[in-house]
């Protein structure tokens, strides 16, 4: 396993949990503050909570996997398939809506990258894995 591997990970670690953890105890605020989320449809406080204790899995995953690469991948793998599947519905949904490059443009970083960055490490950065 190489370094920038497992600091890649811990990165987007932080950056997940900064999220999940603001859906938790800041959702209002959170709904509020990122783009396109007001026009997903009403405020619905359980349901962003929901959606940020995933989050909050998801960076705990790849925490673990940032500290103890071969013991954690399952549960990088796990995080990867959630964040990639949310991708995919996002992608879904702007090829349906009204302004479907906007829509992608606007969920590049914290959407699509941020998914393809654990798909990516599941992949190619596997216990026993090559390079």
């Given at each position: 396993m190489r370094g920038w591997d497992r600091w890649v990970s811990g990165g987007l670690a932080l950056l997940l949990a900064a999220n999940g953890g603001t859906m938790l105890f800041a959702s209002l605020a959170w709904y509020d503050a990122v783009p396109g989320v007001p026009a997903t449809g009403p405020f619905n406080g359980h349901f962003v909570k929901d959606i940020?204790?995933?989050?909050?899995?998801?960076?705990?995953?790849?925490?673990?996997?940032?500290?103890?690469?071969?013991?954690?991948w399952p549960a990088l793998v796990m995080a990867a398939l959630w964040l990639g599947l949310h991708a995919?519905?996002?992608?879904?949904?702007?090829?349906?809506?009204?302004?479907?490059?906007?829509?992608?443009?606007?969920?590049?970083?914290?959407?699509?990258?941020?998914?393809?960055?654990?798909?990516?490490?599941a992949v190619f950065r596997r216990p026993g894995a090559a390079g």
């Amino acid at each position: 396993m190489r370094g920038w591997d497992r600091w890649v990970s811990g990165g987007l670690a932080l950056l997940l949990a900064a999220n999940g953890g603001t859906m938790l105890f800041a959702s209002l605020a959170w709904y509020d503050a990122v783009p396109g989320v007001p026009a997903t449809g009403p405020f619905n406080g359980h349901f962003v909570k929901d959606i940020g204790a995933v989050y909050a899995m998801a960076a705990l995953a790849l925490g673990w996997f940032a500290w103890r690469p071969r013991q954690a991948w399952p549960a990088l793998v796990m995080a990867a398939l959630w964040l990639g599947l949310h991708a995919v519905i996002h992608v879904y949904d702007a090829a349906c809506g009204r302004s479907p490059l906007a829509d992608l443009q606007r969920d590049l970083v914290g959407v699509y990258l941020f998914a393809a960055i654990p798909v990516l490490l599941a992949v190619f950065r596997r216990p026993g894995a090559a390079g």
